[in-house]
């Protein structure tokens, strides 16, 4: 007589047949790993209602393990994600866009994670028209190799050139995958996005029948390491959040790393967000830098401050230290390390690399169970997936925008009318 199986067990198998979209399912056809849209994800979290999904940056694969551990504990869904700047085809990371996914995959079928898990391309960036030709190719090639979401990130650009690169890109991008836009670069307390801003694209992108599942915003954060705690604006979030409402778009919260933990909580509590990117800290932790209650590698006298016991060895460590100074590599310019060094930290010893996994995922649990309130939302995320019958939930909102209103001319025109702060020049990639 064979055991019965618990329904858990058979609400899992049930979406692992019909939840793994497409590409998934021909890249990994073997696969047991609930991979699945970024809409999966976001619409549990919506359904929990107050809480927000970690999209955890996967530097190194330390990461992956450590995020994938911390969220089969939790029970929570979790978005896996790199960005252009990091892994794309200038990539200072081992981790790029075309390996992220098989990485992941073979990563939870390793673990046995049962918990749903979307494949984000972060911030494709575009700048100008040679990055819109490259993005017709990149994009589908991306999805060939597995993403499952993934930030069109135009923001940049002039609002107008920002919201028709987006629609023209938008084109490349499965109806069933996730889709994240932007307005407003992530700049820091300077340049803070409007309410106008945001709905001039959000606007915009809905007349063409372009519904994003979430929009970031620069809301006070900045990339990498912060040397303040400005940090996000809580009430400028939920203003332009109420005003998105009819348009049924989330939020993307971005510089999570360098906000207090009471920040973040209120950012999942008072707004519509439902997803929040942890890069640099995570990458911290994994070599063994201690973070401080803003998740700020902390520095004395310009240097790093190791946690003891934790991360990479002191060997390698010192190593790094050497590579980085060689090269007038510092703060920031520290994450330039992941590419050349990721395999001499897969050459450690097992109880070194564990430890380095050990740190990411109690960094990432306390996050999901006491931080973003997410714990336990794995469940509603198949269960968007059984209502569907399918791996694509479809949209959430509908065209309550005139296209006719909305043509390049008139695009033009009313860009010229945004109410919006301008912020200072620089390069604020990550």
Not at 116 to 133: R, S, T
Request: hydrophobic share 45%; aromatic share 6%; glycine share 8%.
């Amino acid at each position: 007589m064979s055991a019965a199986v618990s329904p858990e067990k058979d609400r899992f198998e049930r979406a692992l047949a019909v939840g793994r979209p497409p590409n998934v399912i021909q890249r990994f056809p073997n696969s047991r790993a609930l991979i699945v849209s970024g809409k999966v994800v976001d619409r549990a979290l919506l359904a929990k209602g107050r809480g927000m999904a970690i999209a955890a940056n996967a530097r190194n694969r330390f990461v992956i393990y450590g995020a994938l551990r911390a969220a089969q504990r939790a029970n929570a869904p979790l978005i896996i994600e790199i960005a252009k700047s990091e892994g794309g085809a200038n990539a200072y990371c081992a981790v790029n866009l075309w390996n992220m996914a098989t990485f992941v995959d073979a990563a939870a079928n390793e673990l046995g994670v049962t918990v749903p898990i979307a494949v984000h391309a972060d911030h494709y960036g575009i700048k100008g028209p040679a990055d819109l030709e490259r993005a017709r190719v990149e994009i589908p090639s991306m999805f060939d190799a597995g993403i499952t979401s993934i930030a069109i990130d135009a923001s940049h650009l002039p609002d107008d050139e920002n919201l028709l690169a987006s629609l023209e890109l938008a084109r490349y991008v499965p109806s069933w995958a996730g889709l994240e836009t932007e307005v407003g670069e992530i700049k820091g307390s300077q340049g803070l996005s409007t309410v106008d801003e945001a709905l001039f694209l959000i606007r915009g992108l809905n007349a063409h029948g372009v519904f994003p599942d979430w929009i970031a915003l620069n809301n006070g954060t900045t990339h990498g390491i912060q040397a303040s705690d400005a940090g996000i604006q809580v009430e400028l979030t939920a203003e332009i959040h109420r005003a998105l409402e009819p348009y049924r778009v989330s939020g993307a919260q971005h510089g999570t790393s360098g906000n207090s933990f009471e920040r973040l909580r209120r950012i999942a509590a008072e707004t519509r967000t439902t997803k929040a990117n942890v890069a640099t800290a995570l990458q911290m932790i994994s070599w063994g830098v201690r973070v401080d209650a803003f998740g700020n590698a902390v520095l004395e006298d310009g240097a790093f401050v190791r946690a003891p016991g934790a991360g990479v060895s002191d060997a390698l460590w010192q190593e790094m230290i050497a590579y980085a100074a060689e090269r007038g590599w510092s703060g920031g310019d520290y994450k330039k390390l992941n590419l050349p060094f990721e395999a001499k930290l897969w050459g450690q010893p097992p109880e070194i690399r564990e430890r380095m996994i050990r740190g990411v995922e109690a960094f990432v649990y306390r996050l999901l169970t006491e931080v973003f309130d997410a714990a336990d939302t794995a469940p509603l995320a198949v269960e968007t997936i059984l209502e569907a019958g399918s791996h694509d939930p479809g949209p959430k909102a509908e065209r309550i925008e005139a296209p006719a209103d909305w043509t390049e001319e008139k695009i033009r025109e009313r860009a010229r009318s945004i109410d919006k702060e301008e912020g200072p020049e620089g390069d604020f990639d990550d």
